[in-house]
Nanobody
Framework: VQLQASGGGLVQAGGSLRLSCVAS????????MAWFRQAPGKEREFVAG????????DYAESVKGRFTVSRDNAKNMVYLQMNSLEPGDTAVYYC?????????????????WGQGTLVTVSS
């Protein structure tokens, strides 16, 4: 499975961005997908995850109510809609995927990673 993320950029605090991640390869419709982020000098952290059906989602407390994860299996896409962005959201955002059961926040459990897209939120 290959992943490619896009949609990052520079936005003012309070603004919005939508990240996209396209998956290619076999059985991408049955794969768990997630978003992680890594800010300068910090460890990579879980942001949001979504099951293959799209019926179950999970969010980090810091983004709950502001970010929404969704997927379109027909297009092999997963999205992260980010609203009310804050300077603390500045990071490189990565999409990740693997064939694992349930929603998982541990980055070590994901085998497949995209290249990352930079989100910068100015105050």
């Amino acid at each position: 499975v290959q992943l490619q993320a896009s949609g990052g950029g520079l936005v003012q605090a309070g603004g919005s961005l939508r990240l996209s991640c396209v998956a290619s390869g076999s059985n991408t419709g049955s794969i768990l997908m997630a978003w992680f982020r890594q800010a300068p000098g910090k460890e990579r952290e879980f942001v949001a995850g979504i099951t293959w059906s799209g019926r179950s989602t999970d969010y980090a407390e810091s983004v709950k109510g502001r970010f929404t994860v969704s997927r379109d299996n027909a297009k092999n896409m997963v999205y992260l809609q980010m609203n009310s962005l804050e300077p603390g959201d500045t990071a490189v955002y990565y999409c990740a995927a693997d064939y694992i059961f349930g929603l998982q926040r541990n980055s070590a459990l994901y085998k497949y990673w995209g290249q990352g897209t930079l989100v910068t939120v100015s105050s």
